[in-house]
């Protein structure tokens, strides 16, 4: 799993319009490695707080920040392209949009 997770970031590296120097390259491939094994550590704790007798909220806020944060990281690096998705309104919806609900 993990060596095709690895390939899948090399090639979306190498499909990438931003391309650099090699040493950028490797820099890039090492900081989107240790944002995707943050990200799955911090769902883990989250997970685990979440099953706790009692929920700290201040926990679930740090940890959702920081996945946000790396995620955001995670989409600059691979410059992956936008989906139909992201850019069309659900029907039924209203507001699910989010170039319109900004």
Do not use: C, Y
């Not at 995707?36 to 706790?52: E, K, M, P, S, T």
């Amino acid at each position: 799993m993990r060596r095709f997770e690895s390939d899948a970031i090399e090639k979306a590296l190498a499909e990438s319009p931003r391309r650099g120097p090699d040493q950028q390259r490797r820099l890039i491939l090492v900081q989107i490695r240790e944002d995707f094994l943050q990200i799955q550590i911090l769902n883990d704790d989250l997970v685990q707080a979440a099953r706790a007798d009692s929920l700290d909220l201040k926990v679930v806020a740090k940890g959702a920040s920081e996945i946000a944060k790396r995620a955001e990281r995670l989409r600059e690096n691979l410059a992956l392209p936008e989906s139909e998705s992201e850019t069309e309104e659900t029907p039924g919806v209203p507001g699910s949009n989010p170039e319109t609900s900004r």
